[in-house]
């Protein structure tokens, strides 16, 4: 779809692959990591999902949409740092983390790169990753596909896969639901047999062949694999004038 900028560009069907992680959650708070999931969830907030909550990113609930970066006019709510551990345990949260690896049963990794006992690169560490996936919906996003990062197996596992969850038994797997991978390729679910990574949609543009080339493990793919939709004029003009009105979800993604 255009816009009076012109066409949708790759930074922006991602955004609405983002927001349409959101559809149908309900009023939940929306956990977005990174720059194109917070526009996501934003976009979800202002179309199909009015009861998502949203953050400003520390600890207080915002009652409007702000633009990315801008502050909340309205403030509904405060959510420090105890609080808002009491709501991972209690599942009404659906998170968009990163992933610096992420294998075929989603299990992901943030900490390190390399032997854990004398790793290569340091990363962010596990952070808040096991407590996400097996109390809350989870869903992903790689704003760089590449077989560095979908890979056969993750150097450390923060957020836990299928494999691990169902491992680890009924305490993992009650609560325990990866929802979508998006990156700049396509889309992503774990709707196989043995809930390993499937291809959901392709971005425009983009074929199935290069999805393969840029991934590290033999990837389910469906005989049709459709389009990720791409935004329509209205929201098109939500996340240029509203959402993203300095392109930071460009510099994201990139050209």
């Known amino acids: 779809m255009s816009g009076e900028g012109g066409p949708a560009t790759r930074a922006e069907v991602c955004v609405v692959a983002c927001a349409e992680v959101w ?12 720059t194109v999931p917070a526009a996501g969830a934003r976009l979800a907030r202002l179309t199909f999902a009015p009861g998502l909550l949203l953050t400003d990113g520390e600890a ?3 009652g409007d949409v702000p633009a990315l970066g801008a502050p909340a006019r309205v403030v509904e709510g405060w ?10 345990a209690g599942g009404r949260r659906h998170v968009m983390m990163g992933a610096s690896q992420l ?7 943030i900490s390190c790169i390399g032997d854990w006992e004398r790793p290569r690169r340091q990363l962010l560490g596990v952070r808040g990753a096991p407590a996400n996936t097996v109390n809350n ?4 996003w790689v704003p760089r596909h590449s077989a560095r990062v979908f890979v056969e197996r993750v150097d450390m596992v923060c957020g836990v896969g299928h494999d691990r969850a169902a491992a680890a038994g009924p305490s993992a797997t009650r ?9 700049d390729l396509g889309v992503f679910d774990f709707e196989t047999p043995g809930r390993t990574m499937r ?3 392709l971005h425009p543009g983009v074929t199935v062949g290069r999805v393969v080339e840029s991934t590290g493990f033999t990837l389910t793919v469906p005989e049709q694999v459709p389009v990720t939709r791409e935004p329509t004029a209205a929201e098109l003009r939500l996340i240029r004038e509203a959402i993203d009105p300095d392109g930071l979800c460009e510099r994201e993604v990139g050209p």
Not at 79 to 88: G, K, N, S, T
Not at 137 to 140: A, I, L, M, Q
């Open 137 to 140: 919906p989870t869903s992903y």
């Open 60 to 62: 207080l609930l915002a």
């Open 175 to 183: 609560y325990h639901r990866l929802r979508h991978v998006v990156s």
């Open 79 to 88: 959510l420090p740092y105890r609080a808002h551990l009491e709501l991972v």
């Open 23 to 34: 559809r149908g959650a309900g009023e939940v708070l929306a956990a977005a990591m990174g």
């Open 199 to 201: 291809l959901r949609s």
């Open 103 to 109: 294998d075929r049963y989603g299990n992901q990794n």
